[in-house]
């Protein structure tokens, strides 16, 4: 070991031990950089989901001389802004009227199970009475319900800000988010350049192909990942949509794209939609219910062993095992964003980490 490498190991083990030392002071520094810099970071990972869309159409339009980024980047606004708008449209009315459905329904299921309870148990007079006695007034407890709600979400928000702050603020950052990608992807060769010109002056060549190898891997990464579960999520939720109007379903357009969307949050998602529908198709047919949850389980092994492997493939190259550790890890840490974002990370990392061991065993075999 030279004396350059013995100084960096020296300074790196001092670096953790003060860490160690003072960890709540470093705890609070990474909290005020993260408060500091979230906007940024946010409004970079805007942009790259944008340039996945941007990127494609700003290929077509190859034939412009002037204008083309400002085009392209014009149409991936609006064609995001249209699918949002057709997902709020088209789920937001039909779960007003799912929500209404329940309200209704509930009582009556009420009434059969307490029918049904009463004479199970006609042999027991007591239980039975008292069963038969139960009177709930299902609007007085949903308004309470909903009473209770908005009550303890005002305190909490009046507790800590005003809430027309807190919105001014929501809307404040996403329009700094948005101005910030915007202006990302406008000028993202300036900052390639930018990368480059640093890279070449301070950092070996050697070191930077391979700080550019791991750039590459993650951008690949997470773009197969991004784009491949976008479009297994809309297979997916067009086949639960069709299949429920043949079977002649409720709520075909409303459960199926519920379905889709869930099913971007790894391994829960699919459990999650399906519950979610089995839910709103048991408040019109409790026997209608269990069909759904049929066609679903079916539909989602087809989604699992033909539709997954084809349309995503192993481009995120991440065992199983390590899915499953991370989903764990990532959503314990960040809730749902974490469980997304955190597959295509781990999987980067799982990706590097297997070039810097192969190329490791080549050394060894060479020089051994």
């Given at each position: 070991?030279?004396?350059?490498?013995?100084w960096?190991?020296?300074?790196g083990?001092?670096i953790?031990?003060?860490g160690l030392?003072?960890?709540?002071?470093?705890?609070?520094?990474?909290?005020i950089?993260?408060?500091?810099?979230r906007?940024?970071v946010f409004?970079a990972?805007?942009?790259f989901?944008i340039?996945?869309?941007m990127a494609?159409?700003?290929?077509?339009?190859?034939?412009?001389?002037?204008?083309?980024?400002a085009?392209s980047l014009?149409?991936?606004l609006?064609?995001?802004?249209l699918f949002?708008y057709?997902l709020?449209?088209?789920?937001?009315p039909?779960l007003?009227?799912?929500?209404g459905?329940?309200?209704?329904?509930?009582p009556?299921?009420?009434?059969?199970?307490q029918?049904?309870?009463?004479?199970?148990?006609?042999?027991n007079?007591?239980?039975a009475?008292?069963?038969?006695?139960l009177?709930i007034?299902?609007?007085?407890?949903?308004?309470?319900?909903i009473?209770?709600?908005?009550?303890g979400?005002?305190?909490?928000?009046?507790?800590t800000?005003?809430v027309?702050?807190?919105?001014?603020?929501s809307?404040f950052?996403?329009v700094?988010?948005f101005i910030?990608?915007?202006?990302v992807l406008?000028?993202?060769?300036?900052?390639?350049?930018?990368?480059?010109?640093?890279?070449?002056?301070y950092?070996?060549?050697?070191?930077?192909c391979?700080?550019?190898?791991?750039?590459?891997?993650?951008?690949?990464t997470f773009?197969?990942?991004?784009?491949?579960?976008?479009?297994?999520?809309?297979?997916?939720g067009?086949?639960c949509?069709?299949?429920?109007?043949?079977?002649?379903m409720?709520?075909p357009a409303m459960?199926?794209t519920?379905v889709?969307?869930?099913?971007i949050?790894?391994?829960?998602g699919?459990?999650i939609g399906?519950a979610?529908?089995?839910?709103m198709v048991?408040?019109?047919?409790?026997?209608?219910s269990?069909?759904?949850?049929?066609?679903?389980?079916i539909?989602?092994?087809?989604e699992?062993?033909?539709?997954?492997p084809?349309v995503v493939?192993?481009s995120?190259?991440?065992?199983g095992?390590y899915v499953m550790?991370?989903v764990v890890?990532f959503?314990?840490?960040?809730?749902?964003?974490?469980?997304?974002?955190?597959i295509p990370?781990m999987a980067?990392?799982y990706?590097?980490g297997?070039?810097?061991?192969?190329?490791?065993?080549?050394l060894k075999?060479?020089?051994?």
């Amino acid at each position: 070991m030279n004396k350059r490498n013995l100084w960096i190991y020296i300074f790196g083990i001092t670096i953790i031990i003060i860490g160690l030392i003072k960890l709540d002071t470093l705890i609070s520094m990474v909290s005020i950089l993260w408060n500091a810099c979230r906007v940024l970071v946010f409004g970079a990972m805007m942009a790259f989901v944008i340039n996945l869309v941007m990127a494609k159409i700003e290929k077509r339009l190859g034939f412009m001389k002037k204008g083309k980024r400002a085009t392209s980047l014009l149409l991936s606004l609006i064609l995001i802004f249209l699918f949002v708008y057709f997902l709020i449209t088209l789920v937001v009315p039909s779960l007003s009227e799912a929500i209404g459905v329940i309200v209704a329904v509930l009582p009556k299921y009420f009434e059969n199970t307490q029918k049904f309870l009463v004479n199970l148990f006609e042999n027991n007079p007591q239980l039975a009475e008292s069963i038969n006695n139960l009177d709930i007034n299902w609007k007085n407890l949903i308004q309470s319900g909903i009473n209770v709600l908005s009550t303890g979400v005002t305190n909490v928000v009046g507790t800590t800000f005003n809430v027309v702050t807190v919105i001014v603020n929501s809307v404040f950052n996403f329009v700094l988010m948005f101005i910030f990608a915007i202006y990302v992807l406008l000028e993202k060769e300036r900052f390639v350049q930018l990368y480059h010109r640093l890279t070449n002056l301070y950092l070996s060549e050697i070191v930077k192909c391979r700080i550019d190898k791991c750039l590459q891997i993650i951008n690949q990464t997470f773009s197969a990942f991004i784009g491949g579960q976008c479009i297994e999520a809309t297979i997916l939720g067009t086949l639960c949509t069709l299949g429920m109007i043949i079977l002649r379903m409720p709520y075909p357009a409303m459960i199926g794209t519920l379905v889709g969307v869930i099913n971007i949050i790894p391994m829960i998602g699919a459990y999650i939609g399906g519950a979610i529908g089995m839910f709103m198709v048991f408040t019109v047919s409790p026997i209608m219910s269990l069909w759904f949850l049929l066609y679903l389980c079916i539909l989602q092994q087809i989604e699992s062993n033909v539709i997954y492997p084809h349309v995503v493939g192993n481009s995120v190259g991440l065992p199983g095992i390590y899915v499953m550790m991370t989903v764990v890890i990532f959503g314990s840490l960040a809730g749902i964003p974490g469980m997304f974002l955190g597959i295509p990370t781990m999987a980067s990392v799982y990706k590097i980490g297997v070039l810097y061991l192969n190329r490791k065993e080549r050394l060894k075999e060479m020089n051994g």
